[in-house]
C-alpha cells in the first residue's frame, strides 16, 4: 500500500512558537485516521496541510506522492476532498443544495450558470442521497440546520472523486440524533472499500464511526500517538493527550470516554 500522506519532521512555527512540533506520521492507502487532542493542540494545523492549503515551515510533506512545494497545488487540490467549517463559510448561503454540491465539480464555490453535465448532476444527486439530503435538492444552503449543512459539505467534498478526504469535526454542534445519523452515515463510507482514505479531526471519541481504523493523538503539536485505533485508543493513552484521568471503554463497535470523579 502506497502512503497518501507523509510527514516527515514537519513543523509550522507562527510568532516563535511551533504549533505544529517535528510531527512525522503517515497515512497508508485505504486507513481511516482519527485525530484526537485538545483544543489547540494543532489538529486543525495538521488537515490545513494536508489539504495543501498551508506549507509547513520545516520538514516535509507529501500528498498523494506529491511533495508541497514542489507540485502545483492547484493539480492536487481536486484529488482532496475538504469537508470543514472553514468551507461552509466560503460557499454562497443563496445557493441551492444541489448547486452547492455541483459546483466542486468544477472546482468552484459559486455558480456561474457553466452548463453542467447530465452525469455530474446524477453523481450530485447520488452523493446527497447517501447522506441523506434527498429532500433538500432546492432547498438554499444558507437556510440549512448544522446537522444539514455538515451532510451537504460531506457529499460535496466527495464530488471530485478524491483520494483522500479530510474531515473537521463533522459532528460538532450536532444535537444526539443528528450525531448519530452522522456516525452511521460516516461508517457506511468508511466501510466502503471503493471509499477515499479519510482523515477526520473529532473532539469526542463518541463520534468515532465503526470502521475507522487508526489513530492520531496529539498535545501541543506534538505526536504523542500513532497508530491502530484497537491498540491504541485506551484509557492510558487518552488520558495522557488531555491532561486528565480517563476511562475509555469500547461498546461493540463504539467507543466512550469520561473523566474519573474527583475525590
Ligand atoms: N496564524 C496563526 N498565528 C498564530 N497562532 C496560530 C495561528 N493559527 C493558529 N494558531 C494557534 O495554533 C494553535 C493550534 O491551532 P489549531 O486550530 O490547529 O488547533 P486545534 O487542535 O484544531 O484546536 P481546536 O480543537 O480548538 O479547534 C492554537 O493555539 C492557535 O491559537
Known amino acids: 500500500m502506497s502512503d497518501v500522506l507523509e510527514l516527515v519532521d514537519v513543523s509550522v512555527v507562527r510568532e516563535d512558537r511551533a504549533l505544529v512540533d517535528k510531527v512525522s506520521w503517515s497515512v497508508a492507502e485505504g486507513e481511516r485516521w482519527v485525530i484526537l487532542g485538545p483544543n489547540g493542540a494543532g489538529k486543525t494545523t495538521l488537515l490545513n496541510i494536508a489539504s495543501s492549503y498551508l506549507f509547513p515551515t520545516t520538514g516535509k510533506a507529501r500528498i498523494l506522492g506529491e511533495e508541497l512545494g514542489a507540485v502545483d497545488v492547484f493539480e492536487l487540490r481536486p484529488r482532496i476532498g475538504v469537508a470543514g467549517m472553514a468551507m461552509a463559510d466560503k460557499l454562497p448561503h443563496g445557493q441551492t443544495v444541489l ?47 448544522e446537522g444539514e449543512r455538515k451532510r451537504t459539505l460531506i457529499a460535496r467534498a466527495m464530488m471530485t472523486d478524491p483520494e483522500l478526504l479530510l474531515l473537521d469535526e463533522p459532528a460538532a454542534g450536532l444535537d444526539l440524533g443528528g450525531r448519530e445519523d452522522l456516525v452511521r452515515r460516516l461508517g457506511r463510507l468508511a466501510r466502503d472499500p471503493q471509499a477515499p482514505s479519510m482523515v477526520m479531526v473529532t473532539h469526542h471519541v463518541e463520534e468515532i464511526a465503526p ?6 493523538m496529539i498535545r501541543q503539536g506534538k505526536v504523542l500517538v500513532a497508530g491502530p485505533l484497537e491498540s491504541e485508543l485506551n484509557s492510558r493513552n487518552l488520558s495522557r493527550c488531555f491532561g486528565l484521568p480517563l476511562v475509555v471503554e469500547r461498546a461493540g463497535d463504539r467507543w466512550t470516554a469520561q473523566g474519573l470523579p474527583l475525590s
Do not use: C, N, P
Not at 454540491?101 to 464555490?109: D, E, K, P, S
Not at 455530474?120 to 433538500?136: I, V
Open 99 to 145: 448547486q452547492t454540491v455541483l459546483t466542486a465539480a468544477y472546482g468552484m464555490t459559486a455558480h456561474w450558470h457553466e452548463s453542467y453535465d447530465e452525469i455530474d448532476e446524477k453523481r450530485a444527486r447520488q452523493f446527497l442521497d447517501r447522506m441523506g439530503m434527498s429532500g433538500y435538492l432546492d432547498r438554499k444552503f444558507g437556510t440549512l440546520s
Open 211 to 216: 470502521g475507522f481504523t487508526h489513530v492520531l
